[in-house]
């Protein structure tokens, strides 16, 4: 057995073990209609389900925006990973272990060198965390517990303590570990031969992806006057990209498991992050830095609908606040954003104020229209003692709001900003409803109306599709007494292939291997087999004979045509003669 076919088993056993339907359904809620399950599609932004999962098939289609897949395609979409990254997910949710002879070894290298480096994090973490907990580290568990921390939060989020600049690397060295790969996570630095701490001396903030791993840290330094950065983190990694991870999310993943999440808290910073966590609103994050990411919004997603951003003062408003949060708006999230009271960070106000002002904060957040209207109306005097003025004001912020207003879908919620405009500006509701429609005519009119080319298929063609569909379904009556001619045909002849190997075997085939088969290739192919309905199984089994009979009549005609052109061609009269008593014979076949 060749590594090529020893691997198709291995991802066969894998997709038995883990059924598509239940995969998904441990990330997001299925409604069965008929013999389908469905969801909002988790890759795009809908009101009505449109992803559907078709359980014979072991298959997904999103019919709004087309994706479609496997459970291994699934898994590697929604978790954000690699092909290799989605079979691992799998193989540990089932209890397999990937056959090490079929990995290529570029790809076990490279996973070697990830799993060294998530060890030389780990070993970091543990030995920062020894500092801040040894008679060294009294002055910085005092400094923490200034700030309002408890000890038992210091405890839950690892925190740690470099104390120098060579501790690091002779733990790591001790431990055998490599130091140049430890240089390659960013733990250490380098100048010249010499490897250091690249945190040293600072307090110590371990960031730890959903899977629970240590991939990076945030380094503060506690004392005032220092000859170096106050605030470091570890630069991109292979393991750590600040734009795909959000502080705190193992935590958050954790309480999406416990079935406790209702939404989710963007902070700036950790800092902030840990002491909302320790205030009880433990359902914040930290985006580490203002500006927020597809990638960070697609990994909110996954865990809940509604997010609040929570900005300091100087942080809200800006435009790439506002250019991160039109990007979470995208991924179809409720996004509501929160005022802090004169400029205060998160943990300012809560030791300030208390738990309650936080919680009214939340509370009082503002949707993400209102607040970018609010945000638009300050850039306008409508105050102004001078009447011109305060006209030309209004009517510029009235075109900015129109510009805002427009992006919005439901008409109840149009209406009911275009009537609070009208009170604001004192231009008329059916002048504002007249200025909006011309508005969107125009951005429609924009829009080029480009259709996708269509999957088209021939009448023959489709008969072979419905046979292939019933014959991967392993339905009984799914037979024939005749060889396929499938001609240079690629996709059906590995398809047919890939039957008859399994009936040889003995075994059921599975619809979902033509993924891995084909290696992503002949997408639209393997959609049109999923859009394929069954109805009852007597109509099945008759439209299933009907194809056969099709598909042989058109192989006899395409024989006699062969036939015909060959004796046309042919001077012997013997020859002649056999080729007419084929043709002839061939008729007779053709008309039972």
């Known amino acids: 057995m060749d590594k090529n076919e020893v691997w198709l088993n291995f991802i066969e056993e894998l997709k038995t073990r883990n059924d598509i339907v239940d995969v998904v359904a441990s990330y997001t809620n299925l409604t069965r209609k008929g013999n389908r399950h469905w969801t909002c599609c988790p890759f795009h932004h809908e009101k009505t389900p449109s992803f559907s999962i078709s359980p014979e098939m072991q298959m997904y289609k999103c019919f ?11 898994v590697q979409k929604f978790e954000s990973t690699d092909f290799m990254g989605a079979v691992e997910i799998l193989a540990n949710r089932a209890g397999m272990q990937i056959p090490q002879t079929t990995v290529d070894k570029g790809v076990q290298d490279k996973k070697k060198r990830k799993q060294e480096m998530a060890q030389i994090c780990l ?47 002779k733990h790591l060295y001790s431990k055998r570990l490599s130091l140049d790969l430890a240089y390659d996570c960013g733990v250490l630095g380098k100048k010249g031969d010499r490897f250091y701490d690249s945190l040293g001396e600072r307090l110590i903030v371990p960031i730890i992806n959903s899977l629970g791993e240590v991939i990076a840290f945030g380094g503060r330094s506690m004392k ?122 998160p943990d300012e106000l809560i030791l300030k104020y208390g738990v309650g002002a936080y919680q ?35 009517r510029k912020y009235t075109i900015k709001a129109i510009d805002i207003i427009k992006q919005l879908d439901h008409p109840v919620e149009i209406e009911s900003y275009l009537i609070k405009l009208s009170k604001e500006t004192g231009f008329s509701l059916d002048w504002l409803k007249r200025s909006l429609s011309g508005e969107k005519q125009n951005e429609k009119a924009k829009k080029q109306n480009v259709q996708p080319q269509k999957f088209v298929l021939d009448q023959h063609k489709k008969a072979l599709y419905y046979i292939l569909k019933c014959m991967l379904a392993g339905e009984e009556y799914a037979t024939i007494d005749f060889d396929l001619e499938l001609g240079d045909d690629e996709f059906l002849t590995k398809s047919f292939a890939y039957i008859n190997k399994c009936k040889s075997e003995d075994k059921k085939p599975m619809p979902s291997m033509l993924v891995d088969i084909f290696e992503g290739k002949f997408k639209e192919n393997i959609d049109y087999l999923q859009d394929t309905v069954f109805t009852t199984t007597i109509e099945n089994k008759q439209f299933f004979a009907d194809c056969a009979k099709l598909v042989q009549k058109n192989q006899i005609q395409a024989q006699i045509e062969r036939l015909t052109k060959q004796l046309q061609n042919e001077p012997e009269q013997e020859k002649r003669k056999q080729l007419l008593t084929q043709i002839a014979q061939l008729n007779m076949q053709n008309k039972r």
């Open 64 to 74: 709004g925006c087309g994706d479609s897949g496997d459970v291994i395609t699934f």
């Open 123 to 169: 070993e970091s973490a543990r030995f920062y965390n020894a500092n801040l907990f040894s008679p060294q580290g009294e002055f910085a568990i005092e400094y923490l517990k200034k700030r309002g921390l408890s000890m038992s939060t210091i405890k839950r989020f690892g925190l740690g303590l470099s104390l120098d600049w060579d501790g690091l690397k």
């Open 224 to 345: 005032k006057d220092v000859d170096f950065a106050k605030y470091k983190n570890t630069q991109q990694t292979d393991l750590f990209d600040k734009s795909k991870n959000l502080f705190g999310i193992n935590l958050v993943s954790k309480k999406k498991k416990q079935g406790t999440l209702d939404y989710i808290i963007v902070v700036e910073g950790y800092m902030d992050a840990i002491a909302l966590h320790q205030a009880g609103f433990d359902c914040a994050v930290a985006s580490m830095g203002t500006s927020l990411t597809k990638e960070q919004a697609k990994l909110i997603k996954r865990y809940v609908e509604r997010v609040y951003i929570c900005y300091d003062g100087d942080g809200a408003g800006t435009k790439g606040t506002l250019r991160g949060l039109e990007i979470l708006k995208a991924e179809g999230l409720d996004v509501r954003v929160m005022s802090m009271p004169d400029g205060l960070d």
């Open 360 to 394: 009214k904060a939340i509370d009082d957040a503002l949707p993400l229209t209102d607040y970018k209207l609010k945000i638009e109306k300050t850039n306008f005097n409508f105050n102004s003692k001078n009447e011109a003025e305060r006209q030309d004001a209004k």
